[in-house]
């Protein structure tokens, strides 16, 4: 099955929560908060704006992102756990070091 979102509405995977504190303390499965970051699987065509005109998503499949905590609406697509949410709830896309060394 293949799933693509629809207008400015975005899939995406969260990112697994680290294991341990900086510290080395681990911490247990009841104590952990759901990721704030994630990675985006599948983006729509994006939104129409007032003139019509179709205005492109500034996210594309595979960009990792930072999303509000209680952003989205959980589904379960082929037994995976995804999040779709608006572009609009995304606080931004991170960059790798090696990404901003090239775009320099």
């Given at each position: 099955?293949?799933?693509?979102?629809?207008?400015?509405?975005?899939?995406?995977?969260?990112?697994?929560?680290?294991?341990?504190?900086?510290?080395?303390?681990?911490i247990?499965?009841t104590?952990?908060?759901?990721?704030?970051?994630?990675?985006?699987?599948?983006?729509?065509?994006?939104?129409?704006?007032?003139?019509?005109?179709?205005?492109?998503?500034?996210v594309?499949?595979?960009?990792?992102i930072?999303?509000?905590?209680?952003?989205?609406?959980?589904?379960?697509?082929?037994?995976?756990?995804?999040?779709?949410?608006?572009?609009?709830?995304?606080?931004?896309?991170?960059?790798?070091?090696?990404?901003?060394?090239?775009?320099?």
């Amino acid at each position: 099955m293949h799933f693509k979102p629809l207008h400015d509405r975005v899939l995406v995977r969260r990112l697994e929560a680290e294991e341990k504190t900086a510290g080395g303390i681990i911490i247990p499965d009841t104590a952990k908060e759901k990721p704030m970051e994630g990675e985006v699987v599948a983006v729509g065509p994006g939104a129409r704006d007032d003139a019509g005109k179709l205005v492109e998503l500034a996210v594309k499949a595979g960009d990792r992102i930072l999303f509000g905590k209680w952003s989205g609406t959980e589904v379960r697509i082929e037994g995976e756990d995804l999040l779709i949410m608006k572009e609009s709830d995304i606080l931004g896309i991170i960059e790798t070091t090696a990404e901003l060394k090239k775009a320099a």
